[in-house]
């Protein structure tokens, strides 16, 4: 059974294809289109998976939404109906063009698009948004039985869900319905602390160790009402999202002292402490939730997915505070994920399917993307005139590299199957050298364009993650927070008046992935599941001693990550990299001509995300 | 990644862009504006070159057009989003938020212990949507918004589903007023298409001052006018004899509808004087929509002008009882038909007669229940083909005062106005005689035909209402000034249809046939006066 899942119109569009219950194939429609965020119809990303899978024109038996809009439809006109603020038209006037032209006619759309690309559509099947993400998390986890928890946005009326996973079922068990919700309430402080709604919660996760908790008690007075079972209500008094243009109104900016910040203006430390603040908040709520989740299904096992379930900082907390003793996480939570859930349910929905977990997990390490063969390759290096090295043999290619990391120099890898999710790991990413103190700050600035107080995240070797971070288990998707190990740390005094040179402090062995609080984000390698990159990084552990690189996604500020060898070469020319890697063909910096002014992105048209 | 099809081919792009602009001039060339279609055409034209030529050019008019088009659609869209909004949605948020029935929580509430909600009940209207793994889980949205969305709908298709029950006769004679082409009372006029196609192009009219519109010059294979008067028969024998002229005034009964020059009312009758004998000139001056006072003023205009006739004949018809009667109590009537049609000097266009708006077909809609409270809901035709009496539905109690107050009326009128046209005719030395024939529709035709053609007045102006009135005016009408010719037409066995007189060449000839009957003692008295000399008498 061929079953294509599709998740659009909102944002993250993405297209997955699961044959026999097996993930085939699974893509992000940014990474082809090079929108970011783009939420139109998966086309490419479609056709790529179908035909990843070999799948012939009539051969496609199931096609499935990862939504149902009628119901969010439907949910959309009674919050309106139960609004007497004539304000709301605006936000009425934008919603109703996108859903007369495109969410009500989803089947039409489906059939039309996939008539684009040779297909011939069957039938359209609707899962609900959080059953979508229910799905992503538990059909793929290693875990034949689980604890699901969900938590997002909004879907159609729900938030968040608590779920029970066993074989081939979920059954949900409870739900948090809108407005009341973890993802909305998260996303109003990025909103107030000026980053983009749905693309800048990671910042804000990201800056809460420079704050101090400072807000906590206004926000638990004043904006939720939180429960000991995790549920909760926000008070919308002070929140605009529900028939607003706006996530937050007046009455908030009153109660934080002062207007929202304005995207790319100086971060003040009231933005710090407000990052600390609510982060704090939603732990609580995720942790609450989370026991209360394990009181009602008994289980030591929980999947997690859904936009909050890319705040890795509330997940390391659920591993150390929580009865759970597993927890696996779908690598693309977001709504790109909600493709693949549906994919999944809609292949164990039908009848005798039956569902065995695997010992890792379904996901193949997330590495579900197009790749490109070496010939591929070459000609496109040979077309452009570049001077490249090509390397037959695995393991000296990870020699070559491995070098030139251990001498300080900033590489970039493109090179296997593509990640689906927001993480690289490792076949798309730009690696460096952890005990660089000035690693960071290069990467942020020369490399990657962004704000110069985001951490990096470390990649290290499975067998000795536990001598540089306290982490029990693993984290192969890099989706989890955790301190790194007292034996690596650098003891210093935290700098809060300065915030940049707080940031340059070497507080550990490895600086570069160590952020202010000993926190790093870890992704642990198995030659299984990783291979040349793990091989990479063994390489670099034999030069060096270490084994920790830093991973960081191969991409600039609001730009997607880089699919083809085009988009990577084209990445590599703009920026400070120094070494490309394109499948097994490196690239040199320094023995390149200039490219063109008009073929190098234009940073200056590229705001912060 | 395999090969993806545009989303729309350059043949499609282009075949949308000149359709709409074929559309366009089209339209403009049938709705007669063809200045604007040979404009749009040509523009069409230039555009299509520049796109070869200059496709710069071409790029930036393209993108203006689509810059404009956007724009207007978004009018279009905060047009329809801002009345749904403030017509429908906001007021509704009001009313809840008054009676407090917001069903969106948007705080803490004490009385609770947890936030939490169990899974709900699926929604059947969403069953097609619905796909799930577990127990079911859509959130009951609140009744209102069905109520409101399905009480209207099933409102709308009850009261359609009960129109078409009831309009469905499945009879032949169930034809359209309007789309005249044929019915069965056609069938004997020999050449009728090519009459209706003449009489659609003889219709525009001159006004004539203090009359109305006069008939325009017309010269066609079956149907002409001159001077304001329609060519009659002439006899071809009896040449010997001096003529004696005839004027006959009317509607478009005496005008001749549905008939051809030599077979009008005006025409039969100089064959029926023939063959008695009599040379007859018959001066047709009948036209459609008029009234009697339009006729008896004519009358004195042609006599002021030193046209003078042995005799005048007067048909006063449905037109009278409608223009004068429910003038008084309808004014939109009389606005309606006869000031434009009439008066006004301009043929009206059917839009400009029926105004359908929103609220009309609303109004229909709504008579279709008021119909079913009727005694007969389907009225039937008996063994004598003629629909039964007993279905028809019952004059309202309000109406029958006004009925018969019509039916005062238009007899006073009718003889003021033919007591005027006597004493023209004793100063002038000429015979008058006039005929009343109310009932433009014969007995069979179906009543719903005649609401049908009237729903868009009030609703007095039913059928019932117009045979109260005929009953009434039988029994005012003075005999010596106006013959009732109600009963002309009732042993006239020809296929039924809508309106004899107006569609048929055989109900002329019948009604001719009355008048003629009515009027020969006239003729004789004049043939005889002419033969000795002697004045008219």
Redesign the interface.
């Known amino acids: 059974v061929k079953v294509l899942g599709i998740s659009a119109f909102y944002h993250d569009s993405a297209a997955c294809l699961v044959v026999d219950g097996e993930v085939v194939a699974a893509a992000q429609e940014e990474r082809?289109t090079r929108k970011k965020h783009d939420a139109d119809f998966p086309?490419?990303a479609a056709?790529?998976c179908?035909?990843a899978g070999g799948v012939g024109p009539k051969e496609l038996d199931v096609v499935?939404y990862y939504e149902?809009?009628?119901?969010s439809f439907?949910?959309l006109?009674?919050?309106?109906?139960?609004?007497?603020?004539?304000r709301?038209?605006n936000s009425?006037?934008h919603a109703?063009?996108a859903w007369a032209r495109q969410k009500l006619w989803i089947p039409a759309i489906i059939a039309k698009e996939l008539?684009?690309?040779?297909y011939r559509c069957p039938r359209v099947?609707?899962?609900?948004h959080h059953?979508s993400h229910a799905?992503s998390a538990f059909f793929p986890s290693p875990f034949q039985r689980a604890a699901v928890m969900t938590m997002d946005g909004v879907g159609?009326?729900?938030c968040t869900t608590?779920?029970h996973g066993i074989d081939s079922?979920?059954?949900?068990?409870?739900?948090?319905?809108?407005?009341?919700s973890a993802g909305l309430f998260y996303s109003a402080f990025t909103y107030f602390t000026g980053f983009r709604v749905n693309s800048g919660e990671y910042k804000l996760m990201g800056l809460a160790p420079y704050g101090e908790p400072t807000y906590v008690d206004k926000i638990r007075d004043e904006l939720i009402?939180l429960?000991p079972?995790g549920?909760?209500?926000?008070?919308?008094?002070y929140f605009d999202f529900?028939t607003g243009l706006k996530m937050t109104n007046h009455r908030f900016a009153e109660l934080f002292g002062g207007p929202a910040r304005k995207p790319e203006s100086e971060l003040t430390k009231r933005e710090m402490d407000l990052a600390r603040s609510v982060q704090v908040v939603l732990e609580d709520i995720v942790l609450k939730s989370a026991r209360?989740l394990h009181m009602q299904t008994g289980e030591t096992n929980l999947c997690l997915a859904g936009g909050v379930a890319l705040n890795c900082v509330a997940n390391g907390k659920i591993l150390a505070n929580t009865p759970f003793e597993t927890i696996w996480i779908q690598p693309a939570s977001g709504d790109a994920g909600g493709a693949l859930g549906v994919a999944l349910?809609?292949y164990?929905?039908q009848k005798g399917t039956k569902r065995v977990a695997s010992p890792s997990d379904s996901m193949r390490g997330a590495y579900l993307g197009?790749t490109f063969s070496s010939d591929e390759v070459q000609a496109f290096f040979d077309g452009k005139n570049v001077k490249y090295t090509r390397y037959s043999d695995r393991a000296q290619l990870a020699e070559v590299m491995a070098g030139h990391l251990a001498s300080e120099k900033i590489v970039a890898v493109a090179r296997g199957r593509m990640e689906f999710g927001p993480r690289a790991l490792g076949h798309r990413s730009i690696l460096g050298d952890p005990r660089s103190p000035r690693m960071q700050r290069v990467m942020n600035l020369a490399v990657k364009k962004r704000e110069s107080f985001r951490p990096f995240a470390p990649a290290v070797l499975g067998e000795r993650v536990r001598e540089y971070f306290d982490l029990q288990g693993e984290s192969p998707y890099m989706l989890l927070t955790t301190p790194v190990m007292p034996g690596v740390r650098k003891e210093c005094e935290p700098i809060r008046d300065d915030v940049r040179a707080w940031v340059n402090q070497e507080r550990s062995t490895i600086p570069a992935v160590t952020h202010v609080d000993y926190s790093a984000r870890v992704q642990t390698l198995t030659p299984d599941r990783n291979e040349f990159f793990y091989d990479l990084v063994k390489a670099f552990e034999a030069k060096t001693g270490c084994p920790v690189v830093i991973n960081t996604s191969f991409n600039v500020r609001s730009e997607p990550i880089v699919c083809t060898p085009a988009d990577a070469y084209r990445c590599f020319m703009s920026t400070e990299i120094d070494v490309l890697l394109v499948e097994d063909c490196v690239v040199l910096k320094s023995e390149q001509a200039a490219l063109p002014e008009t073929e190098k992105l234009d940073f200056d048209k590229l705001p912060l995300d | 990644?395999?090969?993806?099809?545009?989303?729309s081919s350059w043949l499609t792009h282009w075949g949308v862009q000149l359709g709409i602009g074929a559309a366009v001039a089209t339209t403009a060339w049938l709705l007669g504006a063809r200045i604007i279609a040979i404009v749009a055409v040509s523009v069409g034209a230039v555009v299509a070159l520049l796109r070869f030529v200059a496709p710069a050019v071409h790029g930036k008019f393209a993108a203006g057009m689509a810059a404009l088009g956007r724009g207007a659609a978004s009018l279009v869209?905060?047009a329809?989003?801002?009345v749904?909004?403030?017509i429908v949605?906001?007021p509704?948020?009001?009313l809840?938020?008054?009676r407090r029935r917001?069903?969106?929580?948007?705080?803490?509430?004490d009385s609770v212990?947890?936030?939490?909600?169990?899974?709900r009940v699926p929604r059947p209207a969403?069953q097609n949507?619905?796909?799930?793994?577990?127990?079911a889980?859509?959130?009951r949205?609140?009744s209102?918004?069905w109520v409101l969305v399905l009480v209207p709908l099933a409102v709308f298709g009850l009261n359609f589903a009960v129109g078409i029950e009831l309009n469905d006769m499945g009879h032949e004679t169930w034809r359209t007023w309007t789309g005249d082409r044929h019915t069965a009372s056609t069938e004997q006029t020999p050449d009728y298409d090519a009459l209706i196609d003449e009489r659609a192009d003889a219709r525009t009219g001159a006004l004539v001052s203090a009359i109305g519109e006069f008939v325009m010059s017309y010269d066609g294979k079956l149907l002409s006018a001159k001077d304001g008067e329609r060519p009659s028969y002439q006899p071809t024998t009896l040449q010997d004899q001096p003529p004696i002229d005839v004027y006959f005034f009317g509607g478009s009964e005496m005008w001749g509808y549905g008939q051809r020059d030599l077979h009008t009312l005006a025409s039969e009758y100089t064959r029926f004087a023939e063959q008695a004998g009599y040379r007859v000139r018959a001066h047709n001056y009948g036209r459609s929509a008029w009234v009697n006072w339009q006729e008896v003023a004519q009358f004195a205009q042609l006599l002021s002008s030193g046209r003078r006739p042995q005799v005048a004949i007067f048909l006063t018809g449905a037109n009278d009882s409608a223009a004068y009667a429910v003038a008084k109590t309808n004014p939109l009537f009389k606005r309606e038909l006869q000031i434009p049609f009439a008066l006004g000097g301009i043929e009206p266009s059917t839009a400009d007669w029926h105004p359908v708006s929103a609220f009309h077909i609303l109004q229909k809609h709504w008579a279709n229940w008021s119909r079913l409270r009727e005694p007969a809901k389907k009225p039937v035709l008996d063994a004598d083909g003629r629909w039964s009496t007993a279905s028809l539905p019952p004059v309202p109690k309000k109406f029958e005062k006004i009925a018969d107050t019509a039916a005062d009326d238009i007899s006073a009128i009718l003889h003021n106005n033919l007591r005027l046209a006597h004493q023209l005719g004793d100063l002038y030395k000429v015979r008058i005689h006039a005929f009343f024939q109310p009932t433009m529709f014969s007995r069979r035709i179906h009543p719903d035909e005649v609401l049908g053609r009237y729903e868009h007045y009030e609703q007095p102006v039913r059928f019932q209402y117009r045979i109260r009135v005929q009953r009434r005016l039988d029994t005012l009408l003075d005999p010596s000034l106006i013959v009732s010719a109600s009963k002309a037409l009732d042993k006239l066995d020809v296929p039924g249809g809508l309106d004899w007189v107006h569609l048929n060449e055989a109900g002329a000839r019948a009604l001719a046939q009355f008048v003629f009957a009515n009027t020969e003692a006239t003729l004789r008295e004049v043939a005889a006066a002419q033969r000795t000399g002697a004045p008219t008498p």
Do not use: C
């Open positions: 082809f086309l490419h056709a790529y179908l035909q499935a149902k809009p009628l119901t439907a949910r006109m009674e919050t309106y109906l139960d609004s007497s603020d004539p709301a038209y009425f006037r109703m063009p008539k684009r690309i040779g099947k609707f899962l609900e059953e799905a159609e009326w729900a608590l779920a079922t979920i059954t949900p068990i409870v739900q948090q319905d809108f407005p009341h009402d429960r079972d549920s909760f209500r926000l008070n919308m008094k529900m209360f349910g809609a164990y929905a197009p | 990644v395999p090969a993806i099809a545009p989303e869209s905060h329809i989003t801002l749904m909004f403030g949605i906001w509704l948020g009001v809840r938020f008054l917001r069903r969106i929580p948007r705080g803490a509430d212990a947890s936030y939490w909600v169990r899974a969403l949507w619905q796909f799930s793994m577990g127990p889980r859509v959130h949205v609140a209102s918004i």
